[in-house]
């Protein structure tokens, strides 16, 4: 299966490392370059690309806004969004995910990052470093909004399905999970699915968030 990708940032020399690096791959291609947030946004409406590699610093419509019209709240059919900035501000990274972005990446990560970034969003996965989610989840989990109300949503979890919240929220990977489990990862993929289909959440960035926010894990970090 071969990836499509949409690469956004204003930089055109960064676009064109992107663009290199994206097309040496085997199982990517870029269909798609933007200069600003607001072409990003038409070109992956009108492309529908697998992944957004969206800068956050843009003209004319900066990338978390871009995002937020692509993933955030209420977008029927969202993108998976990968931002990447040359900023490390905990701010940043949690007005990306608030806006619907699906992982954050910073631009002096190595290609193989960006590259491993890719597949992981594309998954369907979340791209934090476990550190990083309960960081930013302890600090600004109160501020975000759950997609759904949590009494009947967590009532309607199986007692493993809860569990395997429980791990996804501490940062842990589906093969981490099989393993403290002892189940298989087809198991555990299995279980992740439910559980973003009964809580109407769209990926495990959103199933951390509303772990913590539901009291299901400490935000004591």
Same mark, same amino acid.
């Given at each position: 299966?071969?990836?499509?990708?949409?690469?956004?940032?204003?930089?055109?020399?960064?676009?064109?490392?992107?663009?290199?690096?994206?097309?040496?791959?085997?199982?990517?291609?870029?269909?798609?370059?933007?200069?600003?947030?607001?072409?990003?946004?038409?070109?992956?409406?009108?492309?529908?690309?697998?992944?957004?590699?969206?800068?956050?610093?843009?003209?004319?419509?900066?990338?978390?806004?871009?995002?937020?019209?692509?993933?955030?709240?209420?977008?029927?059919?969202?993108?998976?969004?990968?931002?990447?900035?040359?900023?490390?501000?905990?701010?940043?990274?949690?007005?990306?995910?608030?806006?619907?972005?699906?992982?954050?990446?910073?631009?002096?990560?190595?290609?193989?990052? /960006?590259?491993?970034?890719? @597949? =992981?969003? %594309?998954?369907?996965? !979340?791209?934090?470093?476990?550190?990083?989610?309960?960081? *930013?989840?302890?600090?600004?989990?109160?501020?975000?909004?759950?997609?759904?109300?949590?009494?009947?949503?967590?009532?309607?979890?199986?007692?493993?399905?809860?569990?395997?919240?429980?791990?996804?929220?501490?940062?842990?990977?589906?093969?981490?999970?099989?393993?403290?489990?002892?189940?298989?990862?087809?198991?555990?993929?299995?279980?992740?699915?439910?559980?973003?289909?009964? /809580?109407?959440?769209?990926? @495990? =960035?959103? %199933?951390?968030?509303? !772990?913590?926010?539901?009291?299901?894990?400490?935000?004591? *970090?």
């Amino acid at each position: 299966m071969t990836l499509r990708v949409l690469v956004a940032d204003d930089q055109e020399l960064v676009r064109t490392g992107y663009v290199t690096i994206l097309s040496a791959q085997s199982d990517m291609e870029v269909v798609g370059e933007a200069g600003n947030g607001r072409d990003a946004v038409d070109l992956a409406l009108r492309l529908k690309p697998d992944v957004v590699v969206m800068d956050v610093r843009m003209p004319v419509l900066d990338g978390i806004t871009a995002t937020r019209e692509l993933a955030g709240p209420g977008v029927e059919n969202p993108a998976k969004v990968l931002v990447v900035t040359t900023f490390q501000l905990d701010e940043y990274v949690y007005e990306a995910l608030r806006a619907g972005a699906s992982g954050f990446l910073l631009k002096d990560s190595p290609p193989s990052e /960006l590259l491993n970034g890719i @597949r =992981v969003i %594309a998954s369907g996965e !979340a791209l934090l470093a476990p550190a990083i989610t309960r960081k *930013l989840v302890g600090r600004f989990g109160e501020r975000v909004r759950p997609t759904t109300s949590a009494g009947s949503a967590v009532d309607a979890l199986t007692p493993r399905e809860v569990e395997v919240l429980k791990l996804i929220a501490e940062g842990m990977s589906n093969v981490e999970i099989a393993e403290a489990m002892v189940v298989s990862r087809e198991t555990v993929k299995t279980h992740v699915s439910r559980i973003l289909t009964k /809580l109407d959440l769209r990926d @495990r =960035v959103q %199933a951390v968030v509303f !772990a913590h926010r539901n009291g299901l894990v400490s935000a004591t *970090l």
